[in-house]
C-alpha cells in the first residue's frame, strides 16, 4: 500500500446535475404549496382580522427567504465542492426533507429511485470529504460491510464476530479484514438494518464507512444522521444480495481521507 497523498473524489457531473435539478424542482414544488397554502388562509385569515393576512404573508416570506437561502448555500457547496458556513447542518435538511420528495419526484420525471439514491449517496459523499476539518481517530472509524460479500456457501458466522472468518480468500471480507488491521480500524458485518443499528450503539463511532446497495446505503445515511456516514456502494455481478462484491482499493481512499493523514499504517493486530 503507498501513502502518497490521494486526490480528493471528484463528482461526475451527470451525477451533479440530477442532483441539483432535483433538488432545484423540489424546491420550486415546495414554495408553490407554500404559495397555495398561504393564499387560501389569507382568504379566510383576511374575514377574521386584516392584521392576520399580514402577518401569514410575513412568515411565508420568511419560510421563502430561509429555504432560498438553505437551496443556495447547498447548491453552491456542491458546485464549488467547497465547505461553506452550515453545509453540514443543511446536509441534515437535504437528508431528511428534499431526500423523500426527490425520491417521489424523480421517477414521475423519468430518473429511476437508483439514480437519484445514487447521486444523493456521491453529494452525500463529497459535502462528508469537504467538511471534514479534522482526522479521525482510527479506532472511531467503523468499516461496516453487508452480509452479502460473504460467500453464500462459506459456513463462518462473522455477523456474529467476523474474526470467525478462516480468511480462506474466496470473497473480499478476507482483503476488508487485512485492511482493518493495517489501519487499525473497527469492523463489523450487518445482516440488516436491526444488526447495524446495534453496531453502530456498541461501537459508537464517530464516522461510518459504509458498503451497500443504493437503497441500503441511502436509508443508513437517514437513519443515523447526525452520525456521518461515507458510502460506497457494492458490485452485484451475480443479482442483488448474492455473493457480492466490492472495490477495496475504493475502500482505501476512503479511509485515508478520513484518517490521520501522514499516520503510517502500524503492526496489523486483531480487531
Ligand atoms: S474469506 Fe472465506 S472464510 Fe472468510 S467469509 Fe469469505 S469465504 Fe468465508
Known sequence: MSHSPIPEPSLKPSKKRIFIGLLGLTFG?????IL???WIATIGLNQLHPGLTLMAQTVAGLAFIFLS????????SIVLEKDLPFTQKIRGLGIKLFLPLMEILGPRLGVSKEDVRNSFIEINNRLLVSGQRHTILPERLLLLLPHCLQRADCQRRITTSIDNCQQCGRCDIDALIKLAQTYRIRIAVATGGTLARKIVRDYKPRI?????????????????????VYGILNRRPEGPCWNTR???AEIEKALRIFLIRGQAPQQPRTV
Open 29 to 33: 414544488l415546495i414554495m408553490l404549496l
Open 36 to 38: 397555495i397554502g398561504g
Open 69 to 76: 437561502g438553505i437551496i443556495a448555500a447547498l447548491i453552491l
Open 208 to 228: 461510518i464507512v459504509a458498503v451497500a446497495c443504493e437503497r441500503d446505503l441511502t436509508s443508513g445515511i437517514h437513519d443515523t444522521y447526525p452520525l456521518p
Open 246 to 248: 466490492v472495490d477495496v
